[in-house]
């Protein structure tokens, strides 16, 4: 037997008003469904976690469909002949939004949701798959539809860990999977003494019980009127909710194990993609709706989850189609940090974040192997690599952000298990964006603080997406290597224990900086993790240690060395980190999720002597704000030349330079 896909175009418009993009011209939009048949034995499919246990069709085949996305020239011969493929994030369209500065959508049809035309005016296709079958409806986000694993058609059941965290009070109910957007698994027993739930203030604290007749599985309704006592709610047994009949302390962290029922087969996430895009690349007849395209490459880009996303595709050899052949001939994971995908087990939540220094620490996400050059674990003793099949191995270029050193051990996709520098592999480029966040909003406004101490980071860094495409494509098309790759070091000193970190960042007046960054502890779920059958929850540790976490080492003004830096981090107003810490209130002093700080550079020499400020001022290395901007012009066209950036991104850096850097930047007196 033989997997089978059937494409179903449900529906088909023009793109962007029939507004023309260069030399590719108009665009046209087609949404509609992939329709997907497995045979669960066939070596394609070796490995997925009860894909066994899921019902088959009368020809013995796993069925399963999935929302799909394409934005193509109207015209084919007008096209490049190239698909990029979004992967997405926890079910939302990104690619447009950070390739073209446009504004974030689910459903992109306007000209405005077109934003700058990057994509379009080079001439790719973009197309989008779902792959997350945990996903529920709403705001538009992509689903897939998976089916339920059984035991002969009984349920199976097992252990579920969930953690929940809110950031505002009177929160009482909550779904069992933690958000909203994502489907629980249901608790088997409705009986709170056959679970457990336990609350703490920091990730490493011990966990506290909380009293099983102090909660229940049920969810709060309130109602649309009021009686004599107020607004008025309800309280109905559920078994996908957890209540909490005071409500949940804001900032506390809240576990729940319990035993749940109905898993899904997750796994079938990458062999969606897999198929999907194999489809489009190689399929010649009319079922094909690029078929007159004729697509040549396939390129494909994730950031965070789908970034890891990406390694796991490739680590676990889904760049191989059914056939054997490559899938993608380039790829672009972006903040991964090392990490790999924790979605091929039983009762998997595939829209958790991986483990922080404060949220969902025990998920284990970040694990070996870590680098793409094959590497030996020296706790472990196993050899492996995230790339080891070069006849399908993709061309890689690999970005993240000071961030992923911070919270997701960003340090091991370049050195050994033992902090020792790694050669890159050839095939391989690392662009570490320096002094930059995990998410960066291309068309950010005004920031707002929120639960941190310092204001985020507000660097801009999306012309890096659009330099590493062109140079991908040059890449895979004509062999023309990319720039080098730029990443700190152990050898030149700019990859630094934290000790060394904290003797070389300026000391600040006012400002909070970590204690330390996320570690890793080496976790044990049990005897068959392997299988994907997680029995120890929450898991045991193995090594409270584990592996060294090194961070950019930073300049007199705080920005990070070694790095590739935007504009913005090259010609500072503050000093921009990856890290931010939590105010007090909600986990005072941890660093908080994925997300980086701005702090100010004092404005004159006088506020930096009343302060004690060590950084220059605004005034003093600018001058005035054309001087500004003419150090933003400077660091840009540097970055074009040496093949970063594109030209066509200089103006760009200039016009949000203006009246130095509103509002993004506050500087009030100069």
């Known amino acids: 037997m033989t997997n089978e896909i059937t494409l179903e175009i449900t529906d088909r418009r023009p793109f962007a008003d029939g507004q023309a993009f260069g030399e590719a011209g108009a665009y046209e939009r087609l949404t509609g469904r992939a329709h997907f048949a497995v045979d669960p034995a066939a070596p394609a499919q070796a490995g997925i976690c009860d894909l ?79 792959w997350q079958g945990d996903i529920l409806p709403g705001s538009g986000r992509l689903l897939l539809d998976l089916p339920v694993a059984t035991d002969g058609g009984a349920p199976l059941t097992g252990p579920v860990r969930t953690e929940f965290i809110v950031t505002e009070p009177g929160t009482r109910t909550l779904p069992l999977s933690g958000r909203a957007s994502t489907r629980s698994h249901p608790t088997v027993s409705m009986n709170t ?9 920091y990730a490493e604290d011990p966990r506290q019980p909380v009293a099983a007749e102090a909660w229940s599985f049920a969810r709060e309704e309130r109602g649309a009127g009021l009686d004599a006592q107020g607004m008025e709610t309800g309280i109905i ?13 804001p900032g506390w962290i809240y576990e729940l194990v319990y035993t749940g029922r109905d898993p899904l087969v997750l796994g079938l996430g990458h062999v969606a993609v897999r198929d999907f895009v194999s489809f489009l690349k190689h399929a010649d007849t009319d079922a094909n709706p690029l078929a007159d395209i004729g697509i040549e490459k396939a390129y494909g880009w994730g950031r965070s989850q789908t970034g890891r996303a990406i390694r796991d595709f490739v680590y676990y050899g889904y760049n191989a189609d059914a056939e054997g052949r490559r899938v993608f001939d380039g790829l672009l994971p972006h903040v991964s940090g090392g990490g790999l995908m924790w979605m091929n087990h039983r ?21 070996f192997p870590f680098a793409y050059s094959e590497t030996t674990d020296h706790l472990t003793g196993k050899t492996d690599a995230i790339l080891k099949r070069p ?9 993240q952000t000071a961030t992923e050193y911070w919270q997701r051990r960003g340090s091991l996709v370049h050195t050994d ?70 990443h700190p070091t152990r050898g030149d000193g700019t990859l630094v224990d934290y000790e060394a970190w904290c003797a070389g960042f300026p000391a600040i007046p006012g400002a909070m900086i970590p204690q330390a960054p996320n570690n890793h502890r080496l976790l044990d779920f049990g005897p068959d993790a392997e299988a994907g059958i997680l029995s120890k929850e929450p898991p045991d540790v193995v090594d409270q240690d584990g592996y060294p976490t090194l961070v950019p080492a930073t300049d007199e003004d705080g920005i990070d060395r070694g790095c590739l830096l935007a504009p913005m981090a090259a010609a500072p107003l503050a000093t921009y980190t990856g890290w931010a810490i939590r105010k007090r ?43 500004y901007v003419a150090a933003i012009r400077t660091a840009a066209e540097g970055l074009v030349a040496d093949g970063y950036m594109l030209a066509e991104d200089v103006e760009r850096a200039v016009d949000l330079a203006a009246d130095w850097g509103r509002p993004r930047h506050d500087i009030r007196t100069l």
């Open 52 to 130: 066994d246990k899921a019902p088959v069709n009368a020809d013995g085949l796993v069925e399963f469909s999935a929302d799909i996305y394409l934005f193509r020239p109207a015209d084919p011969a007008r096209a490049n002949r190239r698909v990029f493929y979004d992967w997405g994030n926890r079910a939302n369209l990104r690619a447009i939004q950070f390739f073209n500065d446009a504004p974030a959508s689910n459903a992109p049809l306007s000209a405005a949701d077109a934003g700058n035309g990057f994509l379009f005016r080079r001439g790719y296709t973009v197309a989008c798959c779902a």
């Open 193 to 201: 003494s056959q679970a457990t739930l336990t609350w703490r203030r």
């Open 237 to 249: 047994a559920s078994d996908t909710h957890i209540h909490l009949h005071d409500g949940f302390e």
């Open 347 to 367: 009762f998997a939540n595939v829209i958790s974040a991986a483990g922080q220094q404060y949220e969902d620490h025990d998920n284990y996400a970040d694990r």
């Open 391 to 399: 006849d399908t191995d993709p061309l890689i270029i690999h970005s």
């Open 417 to 486: 298990t033992q902090g020792n520098d790694l050669a890159v592999p050839d095939g391989v480029r690392i662009y570490i964006w320096g002094s930059s966040q995990h998410f960066a909003n291309p068309l950010m406004g005004r920031p707002s603080r929120g639960v941190h101490v310092h204001d985020p980071n507000v660097v801009q860094t999306s012309m890096f997406f659009r330099a590493a495409l062109d140079n991908l494509d040059a890449w895979a098309s004509d062999g023309a290597a990319p720039p080098p790759s730029r």
């Open 585 to 627: 209130g909600v986990g005072h002093g941890a660093m908080f999720t994925f997300d980086g700080s701005t702090i100010p550079l004092p404005e004159s020499p006088e506020e930096a002597r009343a302060t004690g400020d060590p950084r220059t001022s605004i005034l003093e290395r600018y001058g005035d704000a054309d001087g």
